[in-house]
């Protein structure tokens, strides 16, 4: 089983996805399809086998849940075949099988179900995780949201264990680094920054690796977490001052911690400044506050799945956690070299899914950033106003979470 990540005094909150297009179907024939075989549908079942017969062909099996069979063809003739087989009166529909192709030509893109579930199945790098298939739109409407903005450089701090120096999906993104640990490199040792940060903005559209929720977004890299993966309340609140003072629209805090007055102060003067900030609800799937996130001027953050079902380990609770994000399985960035949680699950360096509120946490500040950049009007109260309000809501999750699951293609509008 995989290890969900809520570590230490602090902690982590990842124990630690893809998309596709489908072609119209009244595509045109430049586009491409599968050769070697059509979709045709019968009018009258019971005369298909005769009708495929005289073309030369063979019954084929039923296309999942459609009334339509996949045929056979002669690699070539399949537009040929087509047209001839439209213009039978017992058949109802023939056409070709065009091919799905990716909003972004990102490898990973078709794993990245909560940018876009076209209800896709996938398994990951190390063939160690296979996911089964999701609902489709179970996502949060990415590709949608870049039609209106990308981030246009909206800042969007990410307080972690760091960012990796080494993955070009995300490294050049970063525009600032500080290190809030003591004695340690500024590196990302532990792995989770580096995930957190891909699900902000990893670059679209590079053909490698993933794309970010937010792929326009800079980031701004506060490592207030060591390389196991624990930092203190001091660190996070010096991080969430560096990161105000260093332009940031949004801080994102993919960890837990008790409550204290020292962080709540940092917290508050970042809202105060006009900064939008978002945490974890934790992995403990149960009811139990941790903080920033109930703070009341933090967004707490729930997972739901490639269903948009809760995560079972989500912590949850109407009263004080706000929304909800795809935080199972989702694909994102992880180090070139080394790090603790590769050790600890099992996962390849480069990239790979993560599971956590942590995951969660990081789409909804890409979340907030689309909103900032969307609107040169918006303050901090607006954007998260505009992130609660239009959030999808869910069936029978109205206990969880106050809102829904955070759409950024609603955000942008
Ligand atoms: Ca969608
Ligand atoms: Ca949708
Ligand atoms: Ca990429
Ligand atoms: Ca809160």
Known sequence: MRKDIL?????????????????????????????????????????????????????GPRIGSTDALLIGVPEGKEAKLVDALSRNPAVEYAELDHLVTPATDDEYFARQYALQNDGQSFTNTNGDISVAEGTADADVDAVEAWSVTTGSGVKVAVLDSGVANDNNDITPKVAARANFTRGESGDDNYGHGTHMAGSVSATADNTEGVAGVCPGCQILDGKVLNDSGVGSSSSLANGINWSVNNGAKVINMSLGVRASRTLESAVNNAWNNGVVLVAAAGNGGNQTKIYPGAYPNVIAVAATDNKDAKASFSTYGAGWVDVAAPGVNVYSTFPNHTFVLGTQNNRSMGYDVGNGTSVSSAIVAATAALAWSSDPGATHTSVRAEVESTADKIAGTGTYWAHGRVNAGSVVK
């Open 7 to 59: 570590a230490g005094f602090i902690s982590a909150t990842m124990g630690l996805g893809a998309v596709a297009l489908i072609a119209p179907a009244n595509a045109a024939p430049e586009v491409p399809y599968a050769e070697g075989q059509i979709m045709v549908e019968f009018r009258e079942p019971e005369v298909a086998a005769d009708v495929l017969r005289r073309h030369g062909l063979e019954k």
